[in-house]
């Protein structure tokens, strides 16, 4: 393979995989080719009243109800998502308007289960294409208990969030007119409390009442919902109570197909052969016997097969097909270690020579596993036998769910440009959607499923309400090449029983009890720390974090001054209010107000918000980019000692926080997104504050020699002062640490700068790595001080740079995209250069996808950046807004 084919930016590489294939129309898979989603839109209206006040579910399900005092609902959406949007309540993400002890939005734990007690309403014709067909709804979750009612009947219930259930309504449906569709929604059984006198907890110690007084973890449910210090830290007030996923009117014959999965075997070593064994439940849902065929085929290799099936009436099975062999096959990898290839499997029932139930899935051929085989006994993940050095991150939801399809593709977009391989879906969150693991499929992002017990929290009441959760979640991802590992709980024990049935479930995947356990040790630091300690190893008190397998691991992000404008009243904005902005930080857990705000003010007092928020990104840009990369350097026992990963703690903001992310809520990256793109890039030349010397990273699975790594040191005004240059041949999957001892000189200025240059044999470009530094010592662990995080007033010295900006727009479908020439002839330095697109009034554009920002430039030289701009985002009347942290804005119209 050519080196300039192989070494390429990860966002280039993200381009084709999502114009190759169309988006998803909703977060759930369909269940068949004639399916309709019945969630809120042009067709379909939906509404919904307290129940106390609506009345019995065989009138409200009846087409002569009288319903005009209902309020309007959004569903998929929850009870206070929709009491918000029609002003009952203000916008709970709004300044402090959450905080439970302003009163602004009752509590559940106060008002009652009753009161978030809620009917949900609509009707809906259905198509002409359904007639002679067997007709299904479809009820992808719930939250918590629910009665189902259509035309005056009442179909069933459902309880537990993360269940999915199907319902017969072919007896019922009316095929000439309307249809009433009516679903009484209860709460959470045991809504918990934040603050309850008097309450015994069972949270960890010092972590801010995470989990409230530990009741909410009874129910099977989203246990972040009553409060957790990276959330909204006294809970959401109805704790998500609603119809949170969609609903599926579809149509079938008789028989029908459920859960696919694929189970594919190489045998490692050898990788030029697979084995594929194929089962799939298969139901009548008639009262007679039903006789037939199920036949599949798998794209791109030329595989196809059939097995003969006999049902008796009602009867459900599972129907396993001979082995398959597939030679020569294209393996699913994950992120930098090849492509993620995924195959098409096609299965199609008939039955009397016509056709019953189509389904469609895809696989991927790879072996995922785990073991111990490590010098430390911490655990290591292997993908078709190669082992993989994890730098993951912990997934959490939208608090009050309000997800969506541009909203999941935006994350996981965001996500797979940082270069990051690993998501943890952490116990205390949701199941995640279809889509969700579609895309993760897609991107080579393997997945950690962690299900929903935490230590914080107490075990789930109804155990087999549980488990029927659990069987349901585990059939419905099981077959995406993207799952990797099973866990049963954070930070406690499994519900009795789960890890014996996720393996009768699926046996291709690793399984432990809890996340700290089996050669993964505790985590921290979570909150801003002094980044000296990270390369220190001293940034907990609980020890050395960095070696072994750390789960948790990291620190914030304040979010662009266009969101924190969004966030928040302008008077809480500047001066800063200490009690709003904390509260918008956990109650100030991950020391925005306190410690960040110091290094912060080691740029030099602001004078307005716009400057704090400029200089705030400069922090968490250089504190990400450090942690990534001193991970790298201890990368499977290259460094100081061995380590097999970790994963950052937290990966996405569920609402607007002071203490963002990679990107904030709004979907605005911060500078962290592309400081951990660079600082996670697959060949990386990379700085360490504490020992001066200059390290290359690779995680390719190959290696490169005669490369060069070059360091150049310059002062304030951007003159070079101290340059080095060494040959390195680097070792596949390795690191190339200490290649270089930067000795700086005694009089350089008080700020100055670093940039690595990593060439190939032939002197091209791979990568380069820009930072920042002062000449401050570092006076050790728990002190602001030291040449990463003091002593940078200076900055404020720079002189000006001018900067020239050629912009090219293009249009592709829905989709726009832009190619930006960002120059910079001035003699000075263009430090910290950041692209926006801005609508009319100054509103940022978001999500929009820019393959490198917030840059430096030295003098003459030049960046090229591509923008996408997504389908769904309106393109019209777009300026493109370019400013360094010392030049004047530039405007570009597009």
Known sequence: ?????????????????????????????????????????????????????????????????????????????????????????????????NRKKRNLIPDIAEAGREFYHYWFRTDFRIPAAYKGKRIWLKF???????????????LGEMAGMFNDQSFDITGLANLNGKNVLAVDVQPVDFPGAYDKVGAKRTGAVGENHNGGDGEIGKNVSMLMSVGWDFTSPDGIRDRNTGI?????LFATGDVILEHPFVKTILPLPDTTSATAAVSVEVMNASAQ?????????????????????SLAPHERKTLEFKTLDLQRPKLWWPVNKGEPHLYALDLRVVVQQKESHHLRTQFGVRTIATDRNTPDKSRRFLVNGQPVFIRGTNWVPEAMLRNSELRTYAELRYTRQAGINLLRLWAGGIAESDYFYELCDRFGLLVWNEFWVTGDTRMPADSALYLKNLESTVKRIRNHASVAYYVGANESKEMRGTGKLILSLDSTHGYQEQSECCGIHDGSPYKYENPMQYFENTASKRGSRVDG?????????TPVYESLKRMMPENDLWPINDSVWTYLDGNGFHQVNT????????????????????????????????????????????????????????HNSPLPQTASRLYDWYLEPTAALYYSQNGLAPLHPQFDYLKNSVSVYNDYRQSFTGYTVEATVYNLEAQPVWKKTTSINIPADGVVNDAIKIDFPENITQVHFIKLILKDEQGRLINDAFYWRSKDSYKGAWTMTGPAVSGFADINQLKKANLNILAKKEVRGKKMFVKVTVANPSDALSFFTRLRLERPGGRSVMPVFYSDNFFSLLPGEKKYVDIEIPEGIDQQ??????????????????
């Open 549 to 557: 397998f750390n789960p948790e691991y990291g620190v914030p992000c």
């Open 244 to 248: 949170w996923r969609d609903v599926e």
């Open 595 to 650: 410690k960040y705000r110091q290094a912060v003010n080691e740029f030099g007092e602001s004078s307005s918000i716009q400057e704090y928020a400029k200089k705030a990104q400069l922090v968490g840009a250089l504190n990400y980019r450090a942690i990534w990369e001193v991970w790298n350097y201890n990368k499977f026992g290259y460094g100081d000692r061995w380590a097999s990963g970790f994963l950052f703690w937290y």
């Open 1 to 97: 393979m050519k080196l300039n084919v192989l070494i390429c930016l990860a966002f280039l590489a993200l381009t084709p995989l999502y114009a190759g294939g169309q988006q998803a129309a909703h977060l759930c898979r369909p269940s068949a080719d004639l399916s309709l989603f019945l969630s809120s839109g042009k067709t379909i209206r939906w509404q919904m009243q307290q129940a106390a006040k609506a009345g019995d579910g065989r009138d409200i399900s009846s087409v002569n109800y009288d319903s005009k005092t209902w309020l309007p609902a959004q569903v998929p959406g929850t009870v206070l998502t929709n009491l918000a949007a029609n002003k009952i309540y203000p916008d709970p993400y709004y300044g402090d308007n």
């Open 289 to 309: 016997p039903k006789q037939g065929i199920i036949t599949g085929s798998i794209a791109q290799s030329g595989i196809k097969f059939s097995a003969p099936f």
């Open 140 to 154: 992808n979750g719930i939250n918590y208990r629910c009665a189902i009612w259509l035309n005056g009947a009442r």
């Open 877 to 894: 009347n777009l300026t493109l807004v370019t400013e360094a942290f010392n030049s004047k804005e530039v405007r570009t119209a597009l």
